[in-house]
């Protein structure tokens, strides 16, 4: 069964580090989002994108993130000044469409700030 | 702006209990309805969707929802809970404007399961 794959599962860095979080949506899906669960607290929504484009984003998403689809298959996050707060679960997840379908989530990637 | 509410935060029922988790939403048409779980430190697992259509919806692991437009509700259920259920609950809604989707998710709820 096709699935969304994030890379790398764990990431440590340091406070003011730049971080790319990598994700593989499912191949045919058209649509992409980001989202981020902080220890403890619900899932959050970050951003979606489609056709190279972000189609919404949410007061989260500041200017020290970034997304960008560098090639037909992969989907990064980028955070260009990590700060502690920005330790989080963050998962990927793409859909084929917009109506009568679900959003595939991968596993994430915890990302610790220290 | 729509909301999702889970009003139970800690829920512990017995191996072998029935469990209902409740969920509300706050959407002015009916909105795409999900259950997910999340074991500690793993990924989101889909239990069961809700787009249209019969309103009892079946999903994985022996859960069940049901829509009820009249409550705004779309409880979870599982007549016999299992030892590995434990975990951690979350109802979503989903937002479809047409241009992309934006999941809801609600504060989630806790289950513990006892012998």
């Known amino acids: 069964e096709p699935e969304v794959t994030q890379t790398p599962s764990h990431q440590v860095t340091q406070m003011g580090q730049e971080v790319i979080l990598r994700c593989v949506p499912i191949s045919n899906h058209l649509y992409f989002y980001w989202y981020r669960q902080i220890l403890g607290q619900k899932v959050e929504f970050l951003v979606s994108f489609y056709n190279n484009e972000i189609s919404e984003k949410s007061e989260i998403f500041d200017d020290q993130f970034s997304v960008e689809r560098p090639d037909g298959s992969n989907f990064t996050l980028k955070i260009r000044s990590t700060k502690l707060e920005d330790s989080a679960m963050y998962f990927c997840a793409s859909s084929f469409r917009t109506e009568n379908t679900e959003a595939f989530f991968g596993q994430g990637t915890r990302l610790t700030v220290v | 702006a729509q909301s999702v509410t889970q009003p139970d935060i800690h829920i512990t029922v017995s191996e072998g209990a029935s469990l209902e988790l409740r969920c509300n939403y706050s959407?002015?048409?009916?909105?795409?309805l999900f259950w997910y779980v999340q074991s500690p430190g793993q990924g989101l697992q889909l239990l069961l969707k809700y787009f249209s259509g019969d309103t009892l919806v079946q999903g994985i692991k022996g859960f069940e929802a049901e829509f009820k437009r009249s409550q705004s509700s779309f409880n979870l259920r599982k007549p016999s809970v299992h030892w590995s259920d434990a975990a951690e609950y979350f109802c979503a809604v989903v937002l479809n404007s047409g241009g992309y989707q934006k999941v809801t998710f609600g504060t989630g709820t806790k289950l513990q399961v006892i012998p």
């Open positions: 959407y002015g048409a009916t909105p795409y």
